[in-house]
């Protein structure tokens, strides 16, 4: 039986943590919190030009067709 120190969610969660904590450090030297560096990002963001759209399977290099057919299947096409 294994341990609850040895499942992936607690590594996960223990690796989270140590990088949110990193991250605080990180930032804190510019006098911010990462929650204001996450505001910095959505107004960033706002400011830019948004990115071209590509077809979905063009980043997987698929034919549109299987791309259709594995979205459907997924359940991740939603119809209006």
């Not at 294994?2 to 991250?23: E, H, I, K």
């Not at 450090?25 to 948004?50: E, F, M, N, T």
């Not at 034919?63 to 594995?70: G, L, M, N, V």
Request: positive net charge.
């Amino acid at each position: 039986m294994t341990g609850v120190t040895d499942t992936l969610a607690y590594r996960l969660g223990t690796l989270g943590g140590r990088v949110a904590d990193r991250f605080s450090q990180a930032v804190a030297g510019y006098g911010v919190k990462p929650r204001h560096v996450a505001l910095l990002v959505v107004i960033d963001s706002s400011c830019s030009p948004p990115a071209p759209r590509r077809p979905a399977g063009s980043t997987r290099r698929s034919p549109p067709a299987s791309t259709t057919a594995s979205a459907t299947t997924c359940g991740c096409c939603w119809r209006r």
